[in-house]
């Protein structure tokens, strides 16, 4: 079976200020691993996914993640945020042997103040 | 490529009552899928399809659930008889599946919010 952990359902930075959103993931084979972002009363875009290929992974917007497997963590960072960053956020997981559906986590709202 | 549509956006009913949603997905794309999202939780899968082939149900779909891709395009997504606890945003997306699966991106629409009064 296959899990996600996203730790904070709530993170509040400051424009410019670094963003981590944390995501631990449980899988008995090699997950596949995505963030995805919703902003309100719109469906989900992707920013990013893990594929087994690198493991530090860029995405859009200037977002990237990296895969640590010792750890079971793929945690989203961005360098500087913008107030157009404020979404929500979510970690999600899948395998070669679960018909591609994804698993999510339960989300991380993103704050951004001036 | 026009991204995955859905139809409604938005639909209230009485409980009790039948309700029919439409997503169409990404002419190309072989893989259908419906999710459920209440609120400030993430996405639950319900129900997936390759081509017209419905190839998993989740547990989440009781009895009152039934959805459709007769032709492989365009997906239905019925609830009979709805009850307040139905009150979700339905998600649909879609995907190309290759030799592989599980790695590659699924595209959302945007989705039909419920309210079941």
Same mark, same amino acid.
């Given at each position: 079976?296959?899990?996600?952990?996203?730790?904070?359902?709530?993170?509040?930075?400051?424009?410019?200020?670094? $963003?981590?959103?944390?995501?631990?993931?449980?899988?008995?084979?090699?997950?596949?691993?995505?963030?995805?972002?919703?902003?309100?009363?719109?469906?989900?875009?992707?920013?990013?996914?893990?594929?087994?290929?690198?493991?530090?992974?860029? !995405?859009?917007?200037?977002?990237?993640?990296?895969?640590?497997?010792?750890?079971?963590?793929?945690?989203?960072?961005?360098?500087?945020?913008?107030?157009?960053? @404020?979404? =929500?956020?979510?970690?999600?997981?899948?395998?070669?042997?679960? !018909?591609?559906?994804?698993?999510?986590?339960?989300?991380?709202?993103?704050?951004?103040?001036? | 490529?026009?991204?995955?549509?859905?139809?409604?956006?938005?639909?209230?009913?009485?409980?009790?009552?039948?309700?029919?949603?439409?997503?169409?997905?990404?002419? =190309?794309?072989?893989?259908?899928?419906?999710?459920?999202?209440?609120?400030?939780?993430?996405?639950?899968?319900?129900?997936?399809?390759?081509? =017209?082939?419905?190839?998993?149900?989740?547990?989440?779909?009781?009895?009152?659930?039934? @959805?459709?891709?007769?032709?492989?395009?365009?997906?239905?997504? =019925?609830?009979?008889? #709805?009850?307040?606890?139905?009150? @979700?945003?339905?998600?649909?997306?879609? #995907?190309?599946?290759?030799?592989?699966?599980?790695?590659? #991106?699924?595209?959302?629409?945007?989705?039909?919010?419920?309210? $079941?009064?």
């Amino acid at each position: 079976a296959q899990s996600v952990t996203q730790l904070g359902s709530h993170v509040s930075v400051s424009e410019g200020a670094l $963003v981590l959103l944390r995501c631990n993931y449980s899988s008995s084979v090699p997950p596949y691993l995505f963030w995805y972002v919703q902003y309100p009363n719109q469906g989900l875009q992707l920013l990013l996914k893990y594929t087994s290929a690198a493991t530090l992974v860029k !995405g859009i917007n200037g977002f990237e993640a990296e895969f640590k497997k010792s750890e079971t963590s793929f945690h989203l960072t961005k360098p500087s945020a913008h107030m157009s960053d @404020a979404a =929500e956020y979510f970690c999600a997981v899948s395998a070669d042997n679960q !018909g591609g559906k994804l698993i999510f986590g339960q989300g991380t709202e993103l704050s951004v103040k001036p | 490529d026009t991204g995955v549509s859905q139809n409604p956006r938005h639909k209230i009913t009485k409980r009790g009552q039948n309700v029919t949603f439409r997503c169409d997905p990404i002419s =190309e794309h072989n893989r259908l899928y419906w999710y459920r999202q209440t609120l400030g939780q993430g996405p639950e899968f319900l129900t997936y399809f390759q081509n =017209e082939a419905q190839l998993e149900k989740s547990r989440l779909l009781s009895d009152r659930f039934s @959805a459709e891709r007769p032709k492989g395009s365009f997906s239905t997504l =019925e609830i009979q008889r #709805t009850e307040q606890g139905d009150s @979700a945003m339905y998600l649909c997306a879609s #995907t190309q599946r290759r030799t592989s699966g599980g790695s590659e #991106t699924q595209y959302f629409g945007p989705g039909t919010r419920l309210l $079941v009064l």
